[in-house]
């Protein structure tokens, strides 16, 4: 994959975005580098959210043999950001405040291909 | 303090819970003994550390954050100094678990107001408690949440010491106290203002006229509508978090309304022109 072949992540992206209760997305590579979004506010910003949390979480998993990870959700502020960690990236799902992250995260999981069985 | 996880533990899908401060050191836990207290404390540190990232990025407070793992999934709760643990199984009703875990760091603020988190068990305790925080320190922290903002904005660090050093020199005469705060490392220093001889409300009302400069000249430099929504993000989270050290210095929601407000003609005048 050439780096600037985004096709793939901007498949997920749309795969994810119309999701009931998502109002942004963003994937960003493992190191930070933000892939593709959809998304009103600073990507950059908003990825580094998606991979603060996701490296947090896969250290947590590895400290309590836990992994692997299926979501993580951080509140900040009235904001509610979904994380969702694929082979080469994490992918940051921005959800309104009355959305259910358990349903979004059944929907985006199925749309991305990880059904609620298997990962 | 251990009754309290007790409680949580007793809610259905909880295996255990503890507690951090706020360096991620485990201060209490109910824990199931499978788990080593090094591993404990290796997630205490993660899970603060990325609250304080967090924080930083976003400007924010973390209210909580929620990871689901295949077999497990752990809540972290913030509780204002330091993070509530809880480990349960992956289908565990987050909901349901809220209105304990609430209750519980309620009760764990009220006890931290009469005495601060024990240590862990093998640190010195302290001959002194700490003094309480000075509200004026949260003003101070607001200021430096904002100029953060504005950096994001692409306006230097350096540039904003101007405008505020600029702004300074205008406040110089009404708030001569004032006059250190900005260090040579181009950093706040809360340590320069003279907390022992000036009352907190003064104090505050020489930073609300230093804040009130700072949004003029940045009106001038990124436009109305730009400033005014770079501050009014800043601020309304910020105040929501800290409304009660607003009012104790006197300003209540005050400052809110200072990036529309045209400057005292003692302190307008020329504004600075950055290169």
Not at chain 1, 11 to 37: F, L, N, Q, Y
Request: aromatic share 4%; with cysteine; hydrophobic share 45%.
């Amino acid at each position: 994959m050439t780096p600037t072949d985004t096709g793939p992540f901007q498949g997920m992206v749309d795969s994810v975005k119309t999701i009931p209760g998502v109002t942004g997305t963003v994937v960003v590579a493992h190191d930070g580098v933000v892939i593709a979004h959809e998304i009103s506010g600073n990507p950059e910003k908003e990825g580094a959210v998606a991979v603060y949390v996701g490296h947090a979480a896969a250290r947590i998993g590895q400290s309590l043999s836990l992994s692997p990870l299926r979501w993580a959700v951080v509140g900040i502020g009235q904001e509610t950001v979904m994380v969702i960690e694929q082979r080469d990236c994490y992918v940051g799902l921005f959800l309104d405040e009355r959305a259910s992250p358990a349903m979004v995260a059944a929907r985006a999981l199925s749309a991305l291909g990880q059904s609620e069985g298997s990962t | 303090m251990k009754d309290i996880l007790d409680e949580i533990n007793a809610v259905v899908g909880v295996r255990g819970s503890f507690l951090c401060d706020e360096e991620g050191a485990v201060v209490r836990s109910a824990m199931p003994e499978t788990y080593d207290p090094a591993e404990l404390a290796a997630v205490g540190r993660v899970l603060t550390q990325t609250m304080a990232g967090l924080v930083l990025a976003r400007r924010r407070k973390v209210r909580d954050i929620d990871l689901v793992y295949r077999q497990a999934r752990l809540v972290a709760k913030n509780t204002g100094n330091g993070c509530l643990c809880i480990l349960g199984s992956p289908d565990l009703n987050v909901a349901f678990l809220n209105l304990t875990a609430d209750l519980a760091i309620r009760e764990l603020k009220q006890a931290s107001k009469q005495a601060p988190l024990a240590a862990p068990a093998e640190a010195v305790p302290a001959e002194v408690p700490p003094a309480p925080r000075p509200a004026i320190q949260t003003l101070i922290e607001f200021l430096e949440l904002l100029l953060q903002e504005l950096e994001g904005h692409g306006i230097g660090r350096q540039d904003l010491v101007k405008i505020l050093s600029h702004r300074l020199r205008k406040l110089g005469e009404s708030y001569p106290f004032l006059g250190s705060l900005v260090s040579a490392d181009d950093r706040l220093d809360p340590a320069s203002l003279p907390l022992d001889s000036v009352e907190p409300k003064t104090m505050a009302e020489g930073l609300a006229a230093l804040i009130h400069g700072l949004c003029f000249s940045l009106r001038g430099m990124m436009g109305e509508e730009k400033a005014e929504e770079a501050y009014i993000g800043v601020y309304d989270a910020f105040y929501a978090e800290h409304r009660a050290d607003f009012v104790t210095l006197g300003l209540g929601d005050r400052l809110r309304k200072i990036v529309h407000q045209p400057l005292p003609s003692a302190h307008s005048g020329v504004d600075i022109h950055l290169d």
